[in-house]
């Protein structure tokens, strides 16, 4: 019997369930609380001029709950977000970012049309921003960071003999990918490179966010080691 463990199955992963989802956000206000907390943790930052002054204007101006002080610009948690300009409630974003991050298989608009009671266009529209979201947003990290790189790819006994590398050594026709971990917060990176040269792996350490004093020991001296590597090459 092999002693490899196995992944966990669908029933065995944890989560959020349907009842505790609801129960989180039973109403647009609930939802929007929890869209401040995510975006402003420190509290309302200005979307116009980035300034933490501001002023309450709740009763006068529904959709623009504050007013910043230094610009005179009201601003609520959807300017400037994904959700701006959106006529949507902020339960029926929440519920859709729900659907979107835990749909094993993606999610269509079809469904967010049924599920949230909403136009198809709508639908699409949200399904659309959410996408655009998750694939150029910058996922900043605070620290302590964990890098490192790898290989993806077949193994060349499984492939057929006519795709086989034949070099030695190395791993061939494999694609490099690089990720890193925040420790914190459990948020992981990933993204395929062409190389892992220290001028690649440099760039994707810079747009992480993060300060170099926060990484990782041990791969800050193999990235040090890989510099040094490459400065006889680079000053040809």
Same mark, same amino acid.
Request: aromatic share 6%; hydrophobic share 35%.
């Given at each position: 019997?092999?002693?490899?463990?196995?992944?966990? $199955?669908?029933?065995?992963?944890?989560?959020?369930?349907?009842?505790?989802?609801?129960?989180?956000?039973?109403?647009?206000?609930?939802?929007?609380?929890?869209?401040?907390?995510?975006?402003?943790? %420190?509290?309302?930052?200005?979307?116009?001029?980035?300034?933490?002054? %501001?002023?309450?204007?709740? $009763?006068? %101006?529904?959709?623009?709950?504050?007013?910043?002080?230094?610009?005179?610009?009201?601003?609520?948690?959807?300017?400037r977000s994904v959700m701006h300009s959106s006529?949507?409630?902020?339960?029926?974003?929440?519920?859709?970012?729900?659907?979107?991050?835990?749909?094993?298989?993606?999610?269509?608009?079809?469904?967010?049309h049924r599920d949230l009671g909403i136009g198809?266009?709508?639908?699409?529209?949200?399904?659309h921003r959410i996408r655009k979201a998750l694939?150029?947003?910058?996922?900043?990290?605070? $620290?302590?960071?964990?890098?490192?790189?790898?290989?993806?790819?077949?193994?060349?006994?499984?492939?057929?003999?006519?795709?086989?590398?034949?070099?030695?050594?190395?791993?061939?026709?494999?694609?490099?990918?690089?990720?890193?971990?925040?420790?914190?917060?459990?948020?992981?990176?990933?993204?395929?490179?062409?190389?892992?040269?220290?001028?690649?792996?440099?760039?994707?350490?810079?747009?992480?966010?993060?300060?170099?004093?926060?990484?990782?020991?041990?791969?800050?001296?193999?990235?040090?080691?890989?510099?040094?590597?490459?400065?006889?090459?680079?000053?040809?």
């Amino acid at each position: 019997m092999s002693n490899r463990q196995q992944a966990p $199955g669908r029933a065995d992963r944890e989560g959020l369930t349907l009842v505790e989802l609801f129960q989180m956000f039973p109403d647009d206000e609930s939802a929007e609380q929890w869209f401040e907390q995510q975006m402003w943790p %420190h509290g309302p930052v200005c979307p116009d001029c980035g300034s933490l002054r %501001h002023s309450v204007t709740r $009763g006068k %101006h529904i959709a623009m709950p504050y007013r910043c002080l230094d610009c005179r610009q009201y601003f609520s948690v959807r300017k400037r977000s994904v959700m701006h300009s959106s006529k949507l409630g902020y339960q029926t974003w929440a519920i859709a970012l729900y659907q979107v991050l835990t749909g094993l298989k993606g999610v269509s608009a079809m469904k967010i049309h049924r599920d949230l009671g909403i136009g198809y266009q709508a639908a699409w529209h949200l399904l659309h921003r959410i996408r655009k979201a998750l694939e150029t947003g910058e996922l900043m990290m605070s $620290g302590p960071i964990e890098v490192d790189e790898t290989f993806v790819g077949g193994k060349e006994a499984n492939k057929h003999e006519s795709r086989r590398s034949r070099a030695r050594g190395g791993v061939p026709d494999k694609a490099p990918v690089v990720g890193a971990k925040d420790r914190a917060t459990g948020k992981v990176r990933a993204k395929a490179v062409s190389n892992t040269d220290s001028a690649t792996l440099q760039g994707f350490v810079r747009g992480l966010a993060v300060e170099l004093a926060q990484m990782g020991e041990e791969y800050l001296s193999a990235l040090e080691a890989r510099l040094q590597a490459d400065l006889p090459q680079l000053s040809r």
